[in-house]
């Protein structure tokens, strides 16, 4: 499922710096989303959008950015990173409201 | 609320015994189930989804609404199905809901 990429696949950063998340899909899904996983706590949604220029909150969006001005691309920003950030991130998408998700490969973020 | 409960964060088993891995599931209405699996640092991957009614990979889910159950079989588990395993869940929207999922290693 190389249709749905995510970069960069590794990144660290300092505390209080803007740092962006992308992810890009070929398939023109209507729907994309971000999850971020952390141990105990499974995966918890951050943001989603249901097409372009329409986003809305997760559980957790506290200190996140999200923007959709394409069908095909859904950036991540954390406006200024913290240590509780630090997560591996994943990013979905799908065309039918109803239908399973495909996930990228993921972004593992450490901010010191 | 929608609310998905994985009880088990580890399981171990031996290869070729059975696996049962437990999710519940809190929603009133009628919700769409599925598991994921996330194989070592691995994307997740859609194993099942409780509307097809299909095995894959020897596992197979049963929705069980009056328990409101969907627990994940196989009956012989073999090495390579050691994995995390997330059972998810969707209720009146396009997001899925997940548990904290559940760590499977298999023996051999």
């Known amino acids: 499922d190389a249709g749905i990429t995510q970069s960069p696949r590794y990144k660290i950063t300092e505390t209080g710096r803007q740092v962006t998340l992308m992810c890009h899909q070929t398939?023109?899904?209507?729907?994309m989303f971000w999850y971020r996983q952390d141990l105990g706590h499974g995966l918890r949604l951050i943001y989603y959008?249901?097409?372009?220029?329409?986003?809305d909150k997760g559980e957790v969006s506290d200190g996140y950015v999200v923007s959709r001005s394409k069908t095909e691309n859904f950036p991540l920003t954390l406006e200024s990173a913290t240590r509780s950030q630090t997560s591996v991130y994943f990013c979905?998408?799908?065309?039918?409201?109803?239908?399973?998700?495909?996930f990228g490969s993921g972004t593992r973020l450490t901010v010191v | 609320a929608q609310r998905v409960t994985q009880p088990e964060k580890l399981l171990s088993v031996f290869k070729g015994a059975p696996v049962e891995l437990k999710c519940n599931y809190s929603?009133?209405?009628?919700?769409?189930l599925f598991w994921y699996v996330q194989y070592s640092r691995q994307r997740l991957q859609l194993l099942l989804r409780h509307i097809s009614r299909e095995s894959i990979k020897g596992f197979t889910a049963d929705l069980n609404k009056g328990e409101t159950s969907f627990h994940l079989k196989k009956p012989f588990a073999q090495e390579e199905d050691s994995a995390m395993y997330y059972c998810?869940?969707?209720?009146?929207?396009?997001?899925?809901?997940f548990g904290k999922g559940t760590k499977l290693t298999v023996n051999p």
């Open positions: 979905a998408s799908t065309q039918d409201a109803r239908g399973g998700y495909t």
């Open positions: 959008s249901a097409a372009a220029d329409i986003t």
């Open positions: 929603y009133s209405g009628s919700p769409e």
């Open positions: 398939w023109s899904h209507s729907y």
């Open positions: 998810a869940l969707r209720g009146g929207s396009e997001k899925l809901v």
